[in-house]
């Protein structure tokens, strides 16, 4: 027997009781209390910040920037609009907010009165609009889904906008889709074969897309299997409704081999870049640089440009270049390595490239390049500097003469960094030695805290690194105490592990734990364990074209070992992942993530007696749900209990539970999560293990608008919900960062308050069966 639950009914099977109430309610409202007095290093008083501008368009002197805006107590999108080159800025809002209530899309773009950015949610692709590039209106129709398609490209044109999107490898689809759109009310989807461009199972890779006042142009690569490859081009001049193939004669530049990267309007012509290999080439060299320009109606002008690139570096596979009237600007970096380092490139008019020379950062500081483009008066350049984990936004103006101008203050009266506030806040829960630990940070000060009595957080341990990194996770086990963070690079982060035995003292492990590249800037760590079979990572990698799950293990925290098995390798399509660690009582490590099938994603576990030899269990899907992975795992002294995340375009997740009474090798389904209307969301509920049975605390609600979810369960195999009713929880804007069990009583720390005031809290609540 299964029980689904929506979250507004609910029966109680326990009750929360309270002490010294007079209200003869059952709530305890009681605060739990962190010390921080004598926590007196550098990182505490550094605010915790990852912040980035991810993305910007301009129209003369308007630019439009979209802004990735993290804190230990706010994570979220912004936007800000600015008039004026980039000298000052506003906020944008979105129907009233500055939270546009979605992640948006790296792609603001604009045409001769609007402007267009995407939104993305439930796996659907939304359109926000605006006249003035500040007021922008959510239009409640989706473009499309996300399933298996990549969005490549949006371009504003004479006819309206135009999309771009091409199907993931192994999916039904083998056609590029164009969506267009006269005004971003409502869209059209197009078959781009039909409309004359190569079927997305061809050879030809699109890699790029700009527009002109007259015309589109894509540009990318053929790489057929009987010659080298070669430069194509299309171009359309009705909108995207119909392509004809443009393509340039390459082969007196690169006879070897030769693709285009990157295409833009100039104002009188398109531009474009990309690589050559001459026929001259030595063997290891790197192919030379590619320039060249195009009219619609005339002829290509194409040669090799050592300057955009030269033979003796990794070629610039990622970069932005954007044309202005005082000649050109560019970001490079090479693939997922950088060029030497980031790189930004300036050209004046008829002159070669050369490397603009920005301030530089701070001693021991990273510097990275985001997003360049041209205004009326010269350009706008952003980037990041990194420094003890924490990333700032910068913004730079080179006039037409070459001044470079900071404008990241202005940028940030408009998008704040909104900050987290002075009290600590709390990530986790946990016991290890008897004791109960709380794990978070005094702004960039991580810090453990052990409880004293019932409510008083009082000793603290302050934990200081020399290297960039940040640490993010506190998990306690058999073997002692194991945190995750992060170190950053510059091409990703690599995954930060310290372990520390019971009784013994930390050591630390930054590196590439699986023996494969991170993929996509990110660590493939994502869970630690100190099992009684030594300290575990687990997380994924990907080599040999597909995605493989990932443990590692070792016997000191320093010296790693991959575990090789068969149970964890991944095919082509059919990749798998971690992303949970647990132990059951009787000593078996049960790993939670997900195995695809081709577009499918499957819920999965592995098992391990001895943490070397895994057996994967598959859990039941859930109808109607495509997208099923594993995101927590409790071991409770009886059960097992396992959080799965169901996702399916166009409606909110669910999240279940699942059982398992024999150490993971069979699953019994538990209850269901839902949002109880579609507007709304339901956030991972949470899991702590209390006695024989198990706590779950949740939020549901509409953007900025979550109310609590708490649910209960004598043995892990159904939850029944729980009124709460507690002032910490009753604020605007409520998060639930952690929770965990001391003697009877319930912990939850979270965050509440609007998003310039976001404040951290505490409590204590007494749980007890009747």
Not at 55 to 64: I, N
Not at 88 to 110: C, H, K
Not at 499 to 515: D, H, K, M, Q
Request: aromatic residues 6%.
């Amino acid at each position: 027997m299964t029980l689904k639950i929506r979250l507004t009914a609910a029966v109680a099977a326990l009750a929360l009781l309270c002490t010294g109430c007079t209200d003869g309610g059952w709530l305890d409202r009681t605060r739990l209390s962190f010390h921080t007095d004598g926590i007196g290093t550098a990182l505490a008083s550094e605010d915790r910040t990852r912040n980035s501008l991810t993305a910007m368009t301009s129209r003369r002197q308007e630019v439009l920037a979209v802004l990735d805006i993290t804190t230990s107590t706010h994570s979220g999108h912004r936007a800000a609009y600015s008039p004026d080159n980039g000298a000052s800025w506003l906020p944008v809002l979105f129907d009233g907010n500055e939270d546009p209530g979605m992640a948006l899309a790296g792609m603001p773009t604009s045409r001769e009165g609007q402007w267009l950015l995407l939104g993305l949610r439930h796996g659907e692709v939304f359109a926000f609009t605006s006249i003035n590039g500040r007021d922008f209106r959510l239009q409640p129709e989706p473009i499309l889904e996300t399933t298996a398609t990549s969005l490549n490209a949006v371009v504003g044109t004479a006819q309206g906008w135009l999309l771009a999107t091409t199907p993931h490898s192994g999916s039904a689809s083998t056609a590029m889709t164009l969506y267009q759109s006269t005004d971003g009310s409502a869209w059209t989807g197009r078959d781009g074969t039909a409309a004359g461009l190569p079927a997305a199972d061809s050879t030809f890779h699109p890699l790029s897309m700009a527009a002109g006042p007259d015309a589109v142009l894509l540009v990318g690569q053929e790489v057929p299997p009987s010659r080298p490859p070669y430069a194509r081009a299309f171009s359309s001049t009705d909108g995207g409704n119909s392509w004809v193939d443009t393509s340039p004669d390459s082969s007196g530049v690169g006879p070897l081999g030769n693709g285009l990267w990157t295409a833009a309007w100039s104002g009188t012509e398109f531009r474009v870049t990309g690589h050559a290999w001459p026929a001259d080439r030595v063997r290891k060299d790197f192919p030379v640089g590619m320039a060249g320009s195009w009219t619609p109606g005339g002829a290509w002008q194409l040669g090799a440009d050592p300057s955009w690139s030269s033979q003796t570096q990794g070629f610039p596979r990622q970069s932005d270049v954007a044309y202005g009237s005082a000649g050109a600007v560019a970001r490079q970096t090479a693939g997922g390595v950088s060029v030497d380092l980031p790189k930004v490139l300036l050209q004046r008019p008829g002159q070669p490239w050369s490397e603009l020379l920005l301030p530089a950062p701070a001693a021991g500081g990273l510097r990275l390049y985001s997003e360049v483009t041209a205004v009326a008066d010269g350009f706008l350049v952003a980037g990041t500097d990194s420094q003890h984990g924490n990333e700032q936004i910068l913004l730079w103006h080179v006039d037409a003469g070459g001044v470079i101008t900071g404008r990241h203050a202005a940028l940030e009266a408009a998008a704040p960094l909104l900050p987290a506030g002075d009290g600590p806040h709390i990530t986790g829960f946990s016991s290890s030695g008897g004791k109960s630990l709380a794990f978070g940070s005094v702004r960039s000060q991580p810090t453990i805290w052990e409880l004293e009595g019932e409510r008083e957080f009082s000793n603290y341990t302050a934990l200081v690194s020399d290297d960039d990194q940040t640490l993010d996770t506190l998990t306690a086990g058999p073997r002692g105490l194991m945190l995750l963070g992060s170190r950053r690079t510059v091409n990703s982060h690599l995954p930060a592990i310290w372990s520390r035995p019971e009784g013994g003292a930390w050591s630390e492990y930054t590196g590439n734990i699986f023996g494969a590249g991170t993929e996509n800037g990110e660590s493939p760590v994502k869970a630690v364990l100190p099992s009684s079979h030594g300290f575990l990572a687990a997380g994924w990698f990907h080599a040999d074209g597909a995605d493989h799950a990932g443990i590692a293990v070792s016997e000191d925290g320093t010296t790693w070992s991959h575990v090789q098995a068969g149970a964890l390798r991944g095919k082509p399509s059919m990749g798998r992942y971690i992303g949970s660690l647990a132990e059951t009582t009787g000593g078996t490590v049960v790993a939670g993530g997900s195995i695809d099938e081709g577009t499918l994603r499957r819920a999965s576990v592995w098992a391990s007696p001895d943490a070397r030899t895994w057996t994967p269990v598959l859990l039941p899907r859930a109808e109607g749900y495509p997208d099923a992975r594993v995101m927590s795992l409790t071991a409770g002294p009886l059960r097992t209990v396992a959080v799965v995340q169901h996702s399916s375009t166009g409606k909110p997740d669910r999240y279940s539970t699942y059982s398992s009474a024999d150490d993971g090798l069979t699953w019994e389904h538990g209850t269901d999560l839902d949002a109880p209307s579609p507007d709304q969301d339901v956030t991972a509920p949470r899991i702590a293990v209390k006695g024989d049975g198990f706590v779950l605390v949740a939020t549901q609600g509409v953007p900025r608008r979550h109310t609590p979810v708490l649910m209960v369960s004598g043995d892990g195999r159904q939850f029944a919900g729980v009124p709460v009713d507690h002032e910490a929880l009753e604020q605007e804007n409520l998060s639930v960062s952690a929770i965990g069990i001391a003697g009877k009583r319930l912990m939850i720390a979270g965050i509440t308050g609007p998003a310039d005031k976001r404040e951290s809290f505490g409590i204590s609540i007494e749980v007890t069966e009747h």
